[in-house]
C-alpha cells in the first residue's frame, strides 16, 4: 500500500464534515465476478471503497458514523480463517483491521445483520452509492425493515436516503500529491511500454503480438494488469473507436493505433500512439498525422487553473476543422463548419475525461448546467482523433482507412499543467527516428 494510513484517514473525516447532521453512511466491497465455470476474475476492489480505506479484500463493508463516541469509521470484513488463506491467501481480520487501516472499530462481517441495524437506528439519513448494487441495495432496506419493524419499541427509523456519489467523487476528483506520485508512476511505466511496442513493431506481426510486448513490461513493472481492455488497430480497424479484437495482421504501408494503459497501485493511467508499422509514413498519413498532433499541442495549452473543462475540445474541433478544410476533406466556411458539426464525420467523440482510479473516472463535467472550471489536482487525458472511414465515399480513396489517435494524461498544476506522459516519441520525425533505431 504505497499511500500511507493516514491519508485514508483524512478522507474519511473529510467525508464525514461534508455529510448532513444525524447521518451515517455504509458502503459495500466489490463483489467477486464469476469468469466461467467455477473461477472468478481477478479480484479488484471497488474505487470508492478503496479510496476510504485502502482495503483490498472482499466481503467488506465500511461505516461511517459522525459523532459516534465509541468511534466513527467501522469496518466489518472476513474473520481470520486457516482453511480460507489455504486456498485464497492471506485475511486482515478484523483485529488487525484497526491498526492497519487506522478504523476505529472492526468487526466480523458475518456479524453485520446483528450490529448495523443498531448503528443506523436514530439516524435520520443515509448515504449509499444507491443503483450500483442491486443485492447491496436490498441488503441495506433488510436492515431498515428491521428497524422498522421495532417502531412501536421506540426505535426510530432514517427517513431520507441520500447517493454518496457526489460527496465522495468530487473529494476523487482533485489529487493529492501522493495520488499525482502514483499516477506520474503509472503514466511512466505506460511510457516504457508503449516504446516496447513501437520499437518491436515489423509488418506481418499480428496485433495481439504487439499487445504482448506492452502488456509484458506493464507486469514487470509491477501493474497486475492493463487500466481497460486495450486496442491495437492495425489499418482500417483504427476507425473503429472501441475496436478490442486485436487479431488481425498489421500490413506494411498501415498505421497501427495502440491505446492503452496500466493500474499502478490502483491509480490508471491512459496512452494513444499511432504509427507506421514499417516505421515510414505515407504523405497521406504524415498530412493526417500532424493535423491531429497540432490539435492536441493547442490543446494542452489551454489547460490551466481557472479554464473551462470544455476549453481543451472546442480547441482541437477548431485545429482538427481548419485542418481538414486546408486539405480539402471539407469544404465550406471554416465557422459554419464548426457550428454545423461537420468535423463530425472525421472527429466524432470528445477530447478527454477525467483520469484517476477509474480510467474515465469520476467527477461533474458540469455544475449547474455550465462546463466546469479547472481546478489543480484534476488530472484529465487528451486525446484528439481523425478517422477516415473506408465508406466516406465523400473523400479520395488515398484518404480512407486511415484513423489516428494522439493521447496524453494532463495533470492541471497551480502554475499550468504538467503531462504525465512526457518522453513518449510524438511528432512524425522522432517516431521514425526511434523506430529506425
Known amino acids: 500500500m504505497q499511500i500511507e494510513k493516514k491519508l485514508f484517514i483524512k478522507r474519511r473525516q473529510e467525508l464525514m464534515a461534508q455529510m448532513e447532521p444525524d447521518s451515517i453512511a455504509v458502503l459495500s466491497a466489490a463483489r467477486p465476478r464469476l469468469r466461467n465455470g467455477d473461477a472468478d476474475y481477478t479480484y479488484r476492489q471497488n474505487s470508492d471503497f ?15 458514523v459522525p459523532g459516534r463516541e465509541q468511534g466513527e469509521s467501522i469496518l466489518f470484513c472476513q474473520e481470520k480463517d486457516e482453511l480460507k488463506e489455504l486456498w485464497n491467501g492471506k ?13 476505529d472499530d472492526s468487526f466480523p462481517i458475518d456479524d453485520v445483520d446483528d450490529i448495523l441495524p443498531g448503528l443506523i437506528e436514530g439516524r435520520e439519513r443515509v448515504y449509499s452509492p444507491m443503483g450500483k448494487d442491486e443485492q447491496f441495495d436490498h441488503q441495506l432496506m433488510e436492515w431498515v425493515r428491521v428497524i422498522r419493524s421495532k417502531v412501536r419499541s421506540g426505535a426510530h427509523p432514517p427517513g431520507e436516503f441520500l447517493v454518496l456519489d457526489h460527496i465522495l467523487h468530487e473529494m476523487r476528483l482533485i489529487k493529492s500529491k501522493a495520488e499525482l506520485s502514483l499516477m506520474k508512476k ?5 511510457v516504457a511500454a508503449h516504446k516496447r511496442a513501437m520499437h518491436a513493431c515489423r509488418p506481418g506481426m499480428q496485433e495481439y503480438e504487439l499487445e504482448a510486448e506492452y502488456l509484458y513490461e506493464f507486469a514487470r513493472s509491477g501493474c497486475l494488469a492493463p487500466a481497460y481492455s486495450s486496442i491495437v488497430a492495425g489499418g482500417p480497424n483504427a476507425c473503429i473507436l472501441h475496436y478490442t479484437t486485436n487479431d488481425q495482421p498489421l500490413n506494411d504501408g498501415e ?44 490543446a494542452i495549452k489551454v489547460i490551466k487553473p481557472g479554464g473551462h473543462w470544455d476549453d481543451a475540445h472546442n480547441r482541437t474541433v477548431e485545429v482538427i476543422t481548419e485542418g481538414l478544410l486546408e486539405l480539402g ?21 470528445r477530447a478527454g475525461h477525467w483520469l484517476g482510479m477509474d480510467v474515465h473516472d469520476v467527477g461533474d463535467y458540469k455544475i449547474e448546467g455550465k462546463w466546469r472550471l479547472l481546478e489543480p ?24 482507412g486511415i484513423g489516428i489517435r494522439i493521447e496524453d494524461d494532463v495533470a492541471v498544476s497551480k502554475k499550468g499543467n ?3 506522459t512526457k518522453g513518449l516519441p510524438k511528432t512524425t520525425a522522432e517516431i521514425e527516428s526511434f523506430m529506425a533505431a
Not at 377 to 398: D, F, L, Q, W
Open 50 to 64: 478503496y479510496y476510504l480505506t485502502g482495503f483490498a479484500e472482499p466481503e467488506a463493508i465500511l461505516v461511517l
Open 91 to 103: 485475511l486482515l481480520g478484523p483485529e488487525a483491521a484497526i491498526d492497519t487501516l487506522g478504523m
Open 186 to 190: 503509472s503514466a511512466q511505466i505506460a
Open 255 to 298: 498505421l497501427v493505433l495502440i491505446d492503452a494503459g496500466c493500474e499502478y497501485e490502483y491509480y490508471a493511467s491512459d496512452i494513444t500512439r499511432t504509427f507506421p508499422v514499417n516505421g515510414k509514413f505515407t504523405a497521406e498519413q504524415k498530412a493526417l498525422y500532424d493535423i491531429v498532433l497540432d490539435a492536441q499541442l493547442e
Open 329 to 349: 476533406l471539407l469544404k465550406g466556411k471554416l465557422k459554419d463548419l464548426i457550428a454545423e458539426g461537420a468535423y463530425k464525420d472525421f472527429y466524432m467523440h
Open 377 to 400: 489536482g484534476m488530472v484529465m487525458t487528451v486525446e484528439p482523433g481523425i478517422y477516415v472511414s473506408e465508406r466516406n465515399s465523400s473523400v479520395a480513396e488515398k484518404w480512407r
Open 418 to 420: 504538467e503531462v504525465l
